[in-house]
């Protein structure tokens, strides 16, 4: 079960001068791992022309207020789309967008990834090994810019002594590399109408009508667990590549006190992630782009979808929303400011309003 966690606010550590872009471009992906939601991926969505994903660059800087801009893609795969290549090579050439990054299950080849790499700041390439080929996997993360690209190594129970050389290989290359854990992943039936039970997804929603009962389970030892334990932060780094060993969230145990840097990962792993009823900033600094176009504040989808990237005016938030999950579980999500109450936004605005203008951000951001 959940707990609230041990602080009255927060915020992130990130630059404030910058709107963060998370960007789904599409399900479209060429694997089908078994720990992946249906909802995230499939194998037969259509690609984006590259007319139609110009047009919604263009409509992003419209709407998105006068910082920079990083955008990060997802999917899906991103490099599944034929057009992917082209559209970063569109994007590098676009004022204000500073930075562009990716997840991508490193399928294509070192001669695709060799062209990406001078439109993209940074690729973040993650081991799926059900299906990927180890040694193409293995030649590309070699050949890529070590600033400019970094691993997250699914921890695969099942695929342990490939874990294991993955990270020989990282640790030998001083290539940056971080172990995911895997999820359980869930599927969803319908409950027997006359059943008055309660269910709730993995965000803390509740799900009228469905019953989520656990699909795959990463069959993890206690001894492949304190490994784990002990190299989950070992290298880290930050969205330019530049390795840090800052945690990536302030917190504020109480109204008094100094605020302490902290590991939003750490409370999520540790399911101190119950955030119900606290006043969120999310949205305020960036936004959710859905592989359908929908537009949300972020990726728990909190306050619903706020616009459609067709819209040509994107009805962007301007205010803090009151959460109503019982879980906060993406590290995206976690890095914008959060208060338990009116009463603590109140004694810390001007604390963390500082903050932001330490972090490049101005004293009258929205984001306080
Ligand atoms: S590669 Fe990524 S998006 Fe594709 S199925 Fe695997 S986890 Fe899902
Ligand atoms: S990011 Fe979403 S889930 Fe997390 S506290 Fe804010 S509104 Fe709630």
């Given at each position: 079960m959940s707990q609230i966690p041990n602080f009255v606010a927060m915020q992130s550590t990130r630059n404030q001068d910058t709107y963060w872009i998370h960007w789904?471009?599409?399900?479209?992906?060429n694997y089908n791992c078994s720990y992946c939601s249906d909802a995230l991926h499939d194998m037969t969505s259509p690609h984006h022309s590259l007319e139609y994903l110009i047009s919604v660059a263009n409509k992003i800087k419209k709407n998105i207020p006068n910082k920079k801009i990083r955008i990060w893609f997802t999917g899906?795969?991103?490099?599944?789309?034929?057009?992917f290549l082209e559209f970063c090579k569109f994007l590098k050439n676009q004022i204000r967008v500073t930075h562009i990054g990716l997840n991508s299950n490193g399928s294509r080849n070192v001669k695709y990834h060799t062209e990406l790499i001078k439109y993209v700041n940074k690729i973040q390439f993650s081991s799926h090994f059900e299906f990927m080929d180890i040694d193409k996997f293995l030649e590309n993360l070699e050949a890529m810019p070590r600033k400019k690209s970094s691993l997250n190594l699914m921890a695969e129970p099942e695929h342990w002594d490939k874990v294991k050389r993955l990270v020989g290989f990282c640790e030998q290359r001083n290539i940056n590399y971080h172990l995911k854990r895997i999820r359980p992943k869930y599927q969803w039936k319908q409950r027997h109408p006359a059943s008055k039970d309660m269910n709730y997804d993995s965000y803390g929603v509740i799900n009228a009508g469905l019953l989520n009962s656990v699909e795959y389970t990463p069959p993890y030892t206690e001894e492949q667990i304190q490994w784990l334990e002990e190299k989950e932060h070992v290298q880290l780094e930050d969205e330019n590549g530049n390795k840090v060993t800052k945690p990536d969230i302030l917190i504020y145990p109480n109204i008094d006190d100094e605020p302490e840097e902290k590991w939003a990962n750490d409370f999520i792993k540790n399911q101190?992630?119950?955030?119900?009823?606290w006043l969120c900033g999310v949205g305020l600094e960036g936004i959710e782009i859905n592989a359908d176009g929908t537009i949300h504040r972020g990726v728990c989808g909190v306050g619903g979808i706020i616009s459609h990237v067709d819209d040509e005016d994107w009805n962007l938030p301007k205010n803090f929303i009151v959460c109503n999950r019982t879980r906060c579980t993406c590290v995206a999500d976690w890095k914008t400011t959060k208060y338990k109450n009116h009463s603590s936004r109140k004694e810390l605005k001007e604390s963390i309003s500082f903050e932001i203008y330490k972090r490049k951000g101005s004293l009258d951001s929205i984001n306080k």
């Open positions: 789904n471009l599409s399900k479209r992906c899906g795969e991103p490099t599944a789309n034929p057009n101190q992630d119950n955030l119900f009823g």
